[in-house]
């Protein structure tokens, strides 16, 4: 088994570079993605022929199948960019899906994927908490102008008193303490996100939108707001990115542009992935 040492040295090695990248252009690079798919495939096909065991590349091409599936289910949600969805395919076909796996919680890229939701959160809370560190006079301007604008804040007396009138009834007809507890909980996350959509949007205008020449657009970029072009027609961006046909159309009219910066996830995999390395495959653990 000592092929594992390899797999998991390419996979640390390729996630940490592509992490380097991605925190400084904002971009995965498709190089380090294709690299680690290649590797993927070609491995599972030098392990069944040495092994003679055809399942080593049939776990490769399951895993590639699996993370490609649910990469692109999150990439046409509008909660990845391409080159995310990239990685995780690339650590498919690295990692591997055995079938003797299949509907038994022991395998290390089930771990890993579930890990990755978590550690995907968390480094999003992170980022959010650093943008609004590092441009907190900018982002403090914007908060204070989109709350003065917004209505359901202003509005939050009101919501206040439903609250109030929800929970004396509850409590005057004696209903269960634990639909108290939950009315509780379900109203004061309902309050707070009104605050924190409010919040997210400061953060976007404040420290998620620079404007860049057309010439540096890459696939998956998104355009803020929509662009009249020369012929009086309308553009905006698709949900899951610019194209190759949206970047040509827009150097035809544009020489600047305005995009929104997403969060660099690739090092949140990173993190997800030596984490696995070193606890194991753990999700069998909590069935």
């Known amino acids: 088994m000592d092929y594992i040492y390899v797999v998991h040295g390419v996979a640390i090695v390729g996630l940490f570079l592509g992490s ?90 089930l771990s890993f994927v579930v890990t990755l939701l978590f550690s995907g959160a968390l480094w999003g809370i992170f980022w959010v908490i650093y943008l609004m560190l590092k441009h907190k006079k900018a982002f403090l301007k914007e908060y204070l102008i989109l709350r003065k604008d917004d209505f359901f804040v202003n509005k939050k007396y009101y919501f206040l008193l439903v609250f109030f009138i929800f929970i004396s009834l509850s409590f005057i007809f004696g209903l269960n303490p634990f639909f108290n507890l939950v009315l509780i909980i379900v109203f004061a996350f309902t309050y707070f996100m009104l605050f924190f959509r409010i919040v997210a949007k400061a953060i976007e205008n404040s420290a998620m939108v620079v404007n860049i020449p057309v010439s540096k657009l890459v696939e998956g970029d998104w355009i803020v707001g929509e662009l009249k072009l020369k012929n009086g027609s309308i553009f905006e961006s698709p949900k899951t990115g610019l194209e190759e046909k949206d970047i040509i159309l827009l150097k035809k009219n544009f020489t600047h542009v305005s995009v929104r910066e997403g969060v660099p996830f690739i090092p949140s995999f990173f993190i997800a992935y030596v984490f696995c390395v070193f606890v194991g495959p753990w999700v069998g653990f909590i069935f």
């Open 20 to 109: 380097l990248v991605d925190l400084k252009k904002r971009e995965v690079p498709d190089t380090v993605n294709y690299i680690l798919l290649a590797i993927g495939l070609l491995f599972g096909v030098i392990l069944s022929v040495i092994y003679g065991d055809v399942n080593f590349i049939i776990a490769s091409v399951l895993g590639y199948v699996v993370c490609n599936v649910l990469g692109l289910l999150l990439f046409y949600l509008g909660q990845w960019g391409g080159g995310d969805t990239k990685a995780l395919r690339g650590i498919g076909a690295l990692v591997g899906l055995p079938l003797l796996t299949i509907g038994v919680v022991d395998s290390f890229l």
